[in-house]
């Protein structure tokens, strides 16, 4: 971070109310207007595009009319969770009904490249979920095509429109954790990664993420999303990366590991060691900045600061809201602080009442109506997946693996 | 071995089948709906491993937790908070899948008679089950009958005054082991149990060492609830201190008060879940009501702090109570 860069924040975050500094605004996370509401389709109606539909759901001027899905029990269940919606077996058909304005694609990741592409050619909006693609030349094909497209496409790494991310990146750049030590990251989650179907072709289909020839593993699908969260903070991409993993736990056949652990380096000798499985819940998710006066833990609906005892005081710490984690006691870096202070509502543990998706997309249509920029460009979710495609390339291989950003 | 706990002392399973063997069952355990949720689901090899359960118990997870999310008054952006702030003569749109929740509903109000009714949370707010700003008499001239209106067409609902609030929690989880139960039959699972807060039951084919879902009901009976859902209500199992007297969570939608009865409990035993909980819920409130709704068909035991229970058993599932069985 330069100076300038530091006394800018400075003056804007310590003027006024010293506590202020620990609040992002969320209602300039909502404030948009639109001269007509904004006619949505989901393309992709599993978990994921269903949770897509069901944030739209309390958006204003948002309408979503259309679904799509080539399963056809996802698409009736997709169906049911819309009111009135279209349904549509292939983006094609969604597409020349011309009943759309934008599109948010929740497909599997392989597919990604070959939807997207339909969709910039039409000139719809997009929200495209990440990871960007599962191989290099699909992440390069959907960039340069988003590059010379005149609507707004937004990449799903939702750390970048996250309220508590953006106000913990804040203290970050700020220089709260003075020098940058070393980052680590997880994501434990028990469980099977399966999508059950008693058809073994419909199964096969669902199951795209446990085949290496159409994934990524942990490290691409899950890593993609931490790893840029460091990359947004820092400014900086890995250049090596080195791993191991194994199947640890579930003997089922399965060929992509459930374990995994991989250490990524800059270019400026810091390292961002990140583990997951599927086999344990500890920790969940999350991500950690060690600094010399400061850690910030960033846990996706919450985030805090823990300061060293010889760091330098400022006056909000007094006002602020503590968690204690064993020995540790952590500054709470909540989002509205101050309005849910005024309401008598603040309190230990408190988080965002949205899941981050609910963000990214308000992001996104934030940018449609304000002819704007999205948090997360295509570029920039290019570079995070190649990074994570990378990274699971040295845990499946053993070896360190250059990651090559050129171009991207 | 897995023990659900199953195990209130209204509803415990047999004995000789309270012991899940974890290698052949798949068991999850997980917080929802204000209480803990167990899915316990069999394998069936070679079309249905060990592993495929897990998965599937995963699934329904996911689904429980969605209608967690999506029906929660606590939860500011759930729908039920939305439909409650929301104007009085204002639509809202609802999906197909909450639309069919509300149309439920209201088809379960009029089969008790207005006992069953999702606007009693109004009553939950000014008894001060929801608060601690209780005030009863804002709502002495509501009519709860008519709360709100569903317009099949559009797929909406309109709340009918503003102190309307509507609280599926009487229904939520029988609303949602009714999903299950579909997806799991979808999926080709024929051996399956899963509960919510012990209140809520679905039990499909048989359990371990094919013997069928036997559960203890009271001191005296036991039922068979292979193939069928169970809903169990009790009057005083919540409470709060009002003018210096205990008042139980159990509403009267049409009187507005809460329950004063000595009926402690209540077990409807049926095809839907959804069905079961609000019998059960009407019948705590108007135990008269267990023979005419018994007839639906399902089977229902009233339980009395002063006489023996009343048995109403169309279904045949209910029978005496094994000594073992404690």
Redesign the interface.
């Known amino acids: 971070m330069t100076d300038i860069d530091r006394r800018e924040f400075l003056t804007h975050a310590a003027g006024g109310v010293a506590a202020m500094a620990l609040v992002p605004n969320l209602k300039a996370y909502g404030a948009f207007a639109l001269n007509q509401p904004v006619r949505i389709g989901v393309v992709g109606v599993g ?1 994921q595009g ?1 949770e897509i539909m ?1 944030e739209l ?2 958006l204003p001027d948002v309408s979503v009319v259309a679904v799509c899905d080539v399963d056809e029990r996802r698409l009736k269940s997709g ?6 919606a279209m349904g549509y077996a292939t983006v094609h058909e969604l597409l020349s009904s011309g009943t759309v304005d934008a599109v948010a694609i929740a497909t599997p990741t392989h597919t990604h490249k070959d939807v997207a592409l339909e969709c910039i050619k039409a000139g719809v909006h997009i929200y495209l979920e990440c990871p960007l693609a599962h191989t290099r030349e699909d992440c390069v094909a959907i960039s340069e095509a988003a590059r010379s497209a005149p609507a707004v496409i937004a990449a799903g790494l939702q750390g970048r429109s996250n309220p508590v991310y953006s106000l913990a990146r804040g203290f970050f750049r700020s220089d709260s954790v003075r020098d940058l030590i070393s980052m680590r990251a997880q994501n434990n989650l028990k ?2 990664w ?5 058809d073994p072709v419909r199964k096969a289909a669902l199951n795209w993420k446990l085949d290496p020839e159409r994934a990524n593993g942990l490290a691409g699908e899950w890593g993609t999303h931490q790893f840029d969260v460091f990359h947004w903070y820092t400014g900086k991409y890995p250049t090596r990366v080195v791993g191991n993993g194994g199947v640890r736990f ?3 056949g399965r060929k992509v590991n459930d374990t995994i652990a991989c250490s990524l380096m800059f270019e400026d000798g810091a390292t961002l060691s990140y583990d997951a499985t599927l086999a344990n819940s500890y920790g969940g998710k999350h991500e950690v900045f060690f600094g010399s006066n400061a850690a910030i833990k960033l846990g996706w609906s919450h985030g805090w600061l823990f300061k060293e005892a010889d760091a330098p005081t400022q006056g909000w710490e007094v006002y602020a809201n503590r968690q204690q984690f064993h020995n540790d006691e952590g500054i709470t870096l909540i989002a509205g602080a101050t309005k849910l202070a005024e309401q008598g509502k603040l309190k230990e543990g408190i988080g965002l ?2 899941p981050s998706v609910h963000y990214a997309l308000l992001d996104w249509v934030s940018a449609i109506a304000s002819k704007g920029s999205p948090s997360c460009s295509i570029d920039e979710a290019a570079r995070a997946t190649v990074v994570g495609i990378a990274a699971n390339e040295a845990i499946v291989t053993g070896k360190t693996v250059d990651i090559d950003l050129a171009g991207l | 071995m897995h023990l659900p706990s199953i195990q209130t002392p209204c509803v415990h399973l047999d004995p000789e089948i309270r012991h899940i063997d974890d290698e052949s069952f798949a068991c999850l355990g997980f917080e929802a709906m204000g209480c803990r949720f167990e899915i316990l689901v069999e394998a069936r090899l070679p ?3 060990l ?2 359960c ?3 118990a ?2 329904m997870r ?1 689904l429980v937790l ?1 209608w967690h ?2 029906l929660s008054i606590f939860h ?2 759930s729908i039920t908070s939305q439909i409650n702030r929301t104007e009085a003569g204002q639509e809202i ?5 909450m639309y069919s929740l509300c149309e439920l509903c209201d088809q379960l109000r009029v089969s008790t008679n207005g006992v069953f009714n999702i606007a009693a949370g109004t009553l939950m707010h000014a008894h001060g089950f929801r608060s601690t700003s209780a005030d009863d008499s804002a709502i002495e001239d509501l009519d709860l009958s008519e709360a709100f209106t569903l317009d099949k067409g559009r ?1 909406s609902i309109m709340k009918l005054d503003d102190r309307i609030m509507l609280d599926f929690g009487a229904i939520a989880k029988g609303f949602v082991l009714d999903l299950i139960r579909e997806e799991l039959v ?3 699972v024929a051996n399956a149990f899963v509960h919510g807060g012990t209140s809520s039951i679905l039990a499909i084919g048989s359990g371990p060492k094919s013997r069928p879902w036997i559960s203890a009901a009271g001191q005296q009976h036991a039922v068979n609830l292979s193939g069928y859902s169970a809903g169990v209500s009790e009057i005083y199992s919540r409470e709060v201190i009002q003018g210096g007297r205990k008042v139980g969570h159990v509403m009267d939608p049409r009187t507005k008060v809460s329950m004063e009865s000595t009926v402690s409990r209540v077990v409807c035993v049926h095809q839907s879940a959804a069905v079961a909980d609000a019998y059960s819920t009407a019948c705590c409130v108007s135990p008269q009501l267990a023979d005419r709704l018994s007839s639906d068909p399902c089977s229902i035991i009233v339980f009395d702090v002063n006489n023996p229970p009343t048995l109403h058993d169309p279904l045949g599932v209910v029978s005496k109570r094994l000594k073992n069985h404690t």
């Open positions: 978990r269903r069901g759901g309390k169906l049911r969770r819309s009111s009135g469980t099977t399966v999508s059950p179907s008693n579930y003997e089922d009442p949205n | 079309s249905l491993s592993c495929d897990k998965s599937i995963e699934e996911e969605d999310n999506r500011p952006h749109l609802l999906d197909q899948d797929g979808e999926l080709g």
